[in-house]
């Protein structure tokens, strides 16, 4: 049965006057050709976005301090990345029309990144050149506009890209930078409310509300670094064991160092396309098989009394999302999910119906969301092993997602995987951006 989203992606074609409006094929229906004979098929494969190529830097350190002799700069990493990925597509050059990036943190020093780095790789674009912003969406957002510009034909190849510098910068001027900024500056930032701090929050009442213990929530950290083991991208790759985990010093009680997530410097950068530029190519590629966002309005933890573990935005945006693609929860073979502390992985697993409510940290600590296991979560060894270059985090994900639904994630290949879930979040899982990914036959 065609998903929902084709029907949506049928409709938005019918908004044309005809077909030749939408440029993303060289082989286009005549303008005269009626539009009832055309197949939703026909319709949606013109303009359909897949994905076609990634590449990504491991995540670690990268950036120079401010005085060192010889600098590391933002536009040469990334410019790498994109010949890399373009590579990987088998895309041709001059059919780049769209450029979105997501926006650097404040820390690069290059402004109007987006406009530059198009004029680096010397790209002309009829499509769109931007940046993007959006706290932890910020990857996620470019990825997803850049699949619009496929989607409403104003190219037949985008690229989303971005770049995450940041460990040259004190922890302090961090925290003072941007950590305290992320909550509403008169009501959170007096109480020294960070986001970890959220989370421990978070993870006191799961505990308390359904009886889990800290170790049962920790064990995704072990679960994580033994997916990260095998992940050439990942910033700590060594296993650890749950009573290492629960050793380690309080950042936020009751989150420990390694229950949070890393500094990391990364970039990413992943190449988009049309299903029918895709095929007259012979290329590979991935389908992106639907979408759903829900903002709850209110802005991390708001003033008015809600259920702080429930995750509404992540279960509303996963509800829609599986709608839209005609599936449930139980047809996902693996996830990447937003998860920047242990307990989030936990509480985004339940709210996108992995899990009945409680019961996913146990999940966790008995194999459920290992390799091998019910449902793979995080396989790049997530937030907490791979590493969070926050701005660019969610590319990774894509890029992991990628890899594994072509079948080339190496020792930590999930078998047979065809339907990839990607769950992002902007803060505290106030809003969430979902995408369900599909295997091309």
Same mark, same amino acid.
């Given at each position: 049965m065609a998903s929902t989203i084709f029907f949506l992606y049928n409709t938005l074609f019918r908004l044309y006057d005809d077909l030749d409006d939408c440029n993303c094929g060289t082989t286009r229906t005549s303008p005269s050709t009626p539009l009832e004979n055309i197949s939703i098929g026909e319709a949606l494969m013109s303009c359909r976005p897949?994905?076609?190529?990634?590449?990504?830097?491991?995540?670690?350190?990268?950036?120079?301090?401010?005085?060192?002799e010889v600098h590391v700069v933002e536009h040469e990493l990334l410019a790498r990345l994109v010949v890399e990925a373009m590579a990987d597509s088998g895309a041709e050059r001059e059919r780049v029309g769209a450029i979105v990036v997501a926006q650097p943190r404040p820390y690069t020093r290059q402004q109007y990144f987006s406009t530059f780095m198009t004029s680096y790789l010397r790209i002309p674009c009829d499509g769109i050149v931007m940046e993007v912003l959006g706290n932890g969406l910020t990857g996620a957002l470019a990825f997803d506009k850049a699949l619009d510009e496929v989607a409403l034909g104003r190219t037949e190849v985008a690229l989303a890209l971005g770049i995450n510098m940041e460990t040259a910068i004190s922890a302090r001027d961090h925290m003072m930078e941007s950590m305290r900024k992320t909550g509403d500056v008169d009501?959170?930032?007096?109480?020294g409310f960070t986001p970890i701090s959220w989370y421990a929050l978070d993870m006191q009442r799961y505990m308390f509300e359904y009886g889990v213990s800290r170790s049962e929530v920790a064990s995704v950290a072990v679960k994580n670094r033994g997916h990260a083991a095998h992940n050439p991208l990942a910033q700590f790759r060594k296993p650890i064991t749950l009573e290492e985990v629960l050793a380690q010093r309080s950042i936020v009680e009751p989150l420990g160092? #390694?229950?949070? *997530?890393?500094?990391?410097d990364g970039a990413a950068c992943v190449v988009i396309a049309s299903e029918q530029y895709a095929r007259r190519r012979g290329l590979s590629y991935v389908i992106i098989r639907s979408r759903a966002f829900h903002h709850e309005g209110v802005h991390q933890i708001g003033d008015v009394p809600a259920d702080m573990i429930g995750f509404t935005a992540a279960a509303t945006a996963a509800t829609a999302g599986f709608e839209a693609a005609g599936l449930g929860p139980d047809a996902v073979d693996l996830a990447e999910l937003y998860a920047p502390c242990t307990i989030v992985e936990v509480l985004a697993s339940e709210a996108a119906g992995f899990f009945p409510k409680g019961l996913g940290a146990h999940a966790a600590a008995t194999g459920m969301t290992s390799l091998g296991g019910k449902i793979p979560i995080g396989t790049s060894g997530g937030?907490?092993?791979?590493?969070?270059?926050? #701005?660019?985090? *969610?590319?990774?994900?894509?890029?992991?997602?990628?890899?594994?639904?072509?079948g080339r994630a190496g020792p930590r290949q999930v078998d047979s995987a065809r339907i990839g879930?990607?769950?992002n979040e902007l803060g505290n899982y106030n809003a969430a951006l979902v995408h369900v990914l599909e295997a091309a036959k």
């Open positions: 897949v994905i076609i190529g990634c590449s990504a830097l491991p995540v670690g350190r990268h950036q120079t301090p401010s005085n060192a009501f959170h930032a007096p109480a160092l #390694y229950e949070v *997530p890393p500094r990391g937030l907490t092993s791979r590493g969070h270059p926050s #701005y660019a985090t *969610p590319l990774y994900s894509v890029v992991e997602l990628f890899d594994q639904l072509r879930f990607l769950m």
